[in-house]
């Protein structure tokens, strides 16, 4: 990872093709712990940008990458944010970004959180028998009490 590379995924971020966006928010996150601290930093911005995309695909995707990237000041409060995004995808992606955020550690004060993500939407429209939101919903709260179980 060079300093280059963290350029090329920041500027892939900003791409005018909504592929891109969403490749490189994955990229993001498959590359998270090689990312040198500044550039994390910079990239957290960008991905927190992408959350208002047009595209759902870049919204949901930049999501789930603040989770695995980002931390309790610059992440959390992004993805709290979405608990009452139009697009039930996007919210579901926040939950998943939300539930790395506690299973990293990275989550801040639990007991908050846990109080914080009641206000989420759980509505979906789903063709699959399982409401995808409501199991992302579901492992947030798991992981915080295994977080809190372990005395963290």
Not at 57 to 63: F, L, N, P, Y
Not at 91 to 108: K, P
């Amino acid at each position: 990872m060079t300093p280059e590379v963290e350029a090329a995924l920041g500027a892939a971020l900003d791409d005018p093709y909504y592929e891109v966006r969403a490749e490189a928010a994955r990229s993001v996150a498959a590359l998270g712990a090689r990312i040198s601290e500044p550039g994390r930093r910079a990239l957290v911005v960008r991905l927190a940008g992408r959350l208002a995309d047009a595209w759902l695909e870049v919204a949901a995707a930049a999501a789930e990458t603040l989770g695995r990237v980002g931390d309790e000041t610059t992440a959390l409060p992004a993805l709290l944010a979405l608990q009452s995004h139009r697009y039930w995808m996007v919210r579901s992606a926040g939950l998943r970004g939300l539930l790395s955020l506690v299973e990293r550690g990275r989550a801040g004060d639990l007991a908050d959180l846990e109080r914080q993500i009641r206000g989420f939407v759980l509505t979906a429209t789903d063709f699959r028998p399982e409401f995808t939101i409501k199991t992302a919903y579901a492992h947030v709260l798991d992981a915080i009490a295994l977080q809190r179980s372990q005395g963290s």
